[in-house]
């Protein structure tokens, strides 16, 4: 089985020597036996023939996924002894830095934090196969598998070319396909006319800030929302542009950037399907309105914007951009940034808290770092009622101090928001 990799793909695999994962980390309450979380290893694998994929780069340097059941490897398990509760932190950030070996594979590995009472279940895949979506279902699939053997966690239809993605009749569109062409040949230009500096800004050391919002702020938060029907997500949004503004003031862009899930517009993307492609909206206060007024008007902006986006056209016009990668990936390491952070929300994940011998109890909401431009970013996520914060950073963008500040204002921004 083999596919070559989508653009957006492409870009975060980069040449294939750096690491841009993808990861999830859990905290178990209870015990299970060690082989069961290799068989639900091996029948996540079976399930996902990509989870066994290697990186084959052909005669012209294009980049191919690779299932070849005669070289395919099991997903390795490092082992850890438990001394504190904070010892997954450590591991998540260790791990974001880690490359995977692409021409053996797999793409997927665990970190397994051992203690007698509690432990904590790390998953780290390569992002170029794996969204935020993706990795909760394969989460989701691995815990049932290690309280029950015999759960039936069904088999993948993978997508093996943009056919399965993009309707034949779209594909088979002459004025689609036209305009496809000629938007890939745009942004090739446009990416060629840009200036970029010479030199990347040093990173230094990278960070993560994780914390729970408090019951009442999390109710508080919800009930802002049921009043004023704007969604938690951008809620979240202005407030934390404002948090930006208040700390950083010069360095403030107004400008946040949120991840669109484009399973909501392409139905022939399964649930099941492990795949990494999302497209962006971007969002800025209007510092003139108060905040409840500006929520709704971002509110109404991201409708807008979402109800314009053409998700098969879109993903045609990226597979008629291979030629730019080179150019796109030297904007995003040395072109100046414009957004003050990008901000993913999960949403509620509906997964099962209980499993016989075991008790998941808390999600941390998981986190990326790539080597393309700034790193500044926050992914949320809500389980058992509680919503969880990672915060991502680098020194070299936005100093540990500041991070914290602006950490503390969002609760104090969340804490003061008034309904009329």
């Not at 006319?193 to 109710?219: A, C, F, G, T």
């Not at 008629?320 to 030297?330: F, Q």
Request: charged content about 30%.
């Amino acid at each position: 089985m083999k596919r070559k990799l989508f653009f957006l793909e492409r870009v975060i695999y980069g040449n294939g020597t750096t690491a841009f994962n993808a990861i999830v980390p859990v905290k178990i309450r209870g015990t299970f036996p060690a082989e069961n979380l290799s068989f639900a290893l091996k029948s996540l694998q079976e399930k996902h023939p990509f989870l066994k994929a290697f990186v084959e780069v052909d005669k012209i340097g294009m980049p191919w996924f690779v299932v070849d059941e005669s070289k395919a490897n099991e997903i390795p398990v490092r082992m850890i002894p438990r001394v504190t509760e904070r010892d997954w932190e450590a591991e998540v950030t260790r791990e974001w830095s880690v490359a995977f070996d692409v021409k053996k594979g797999p793409l997927m590995r665990v970190v397994w934090i051992r203690g007698e009472e509690y432990s904590e279940l790390i998953l780290v895949m390569h992002h170029c196969i794996c969204d935020g979506r993706s990795a909760m279902s394969i989460l989701e699939d691995m815990l049932l598998l290690l309280e029950d053997r015999d759960a039936d966690i069904g088999k993948e239809i993978p997508i093996l070319s943009i056919g399965d993605v993009v309707p034949p009749e779209v594909l088979r569109n002459t004025k689609k396909r036209i305009k496809a062409k000629i938007g890939g040949k745009i942004t090739s230009l446009v990416l060629w006319l840009i200036p970029l500096k010479k030199q990347q800004v040093e990173r230094k050391r990278d960070y993560m800030i994780n914390w729970k919002l408090d019951k009442k702020l999390s109710d508080h938060l919800s009930k802002v929302s049921k009043t004023t029907g704007t969604t938690i997500n951008t809620l979240l949004c202005k407030t934390v542009l404002a948090a930006f503004k208040e700390i950083r003031t010069a360095d403030f862009h107004n400008k946040i950037v949120c991840p669109v899930d484009i399973r909501r517009y392409i139905p022939q993307i399964r649930e099941e399907n492990i795949f990494a492609f999302v497209t962006m909206v971007n969002l800025s206060a209007d510092d003139r309105l108060d905040f409840i007024s500006d929520a709704k008007r971002m509110q109404e902006d991201i409708v807008k914007k979402t109800a314009l986006l053409k998700p098969y056209e879109m993903i045609m016009e990226m597979e008629e951009s291979h030629s730019s990668l080179t150019a796109l990936i030297n904007f995003l390491k040395y072109g100046k940034s414009s957004k003050d952070c990008l901000f993913s929300n999960l949403g509620r994940i509906d997964m099962k808290h209980e499993y016989g011998s075991f008790e998941l109890e808390t999600i941390y909401s998981p986190s990326a770092v790539g080597p393309l431009g700034k790193t500044t970013g926050f992914v949320t996520s809500t389980f058992r009622g509680q919503m969880d914060f990672t915060f991502i950073g680098s020194e070299g963008f936005l100093p540990y101090e500041e991070a914290l500040a602006i950490k503390d204002m969002i609760e104090d921004i969340i804490n003061a928001i008034e309904i009329a």
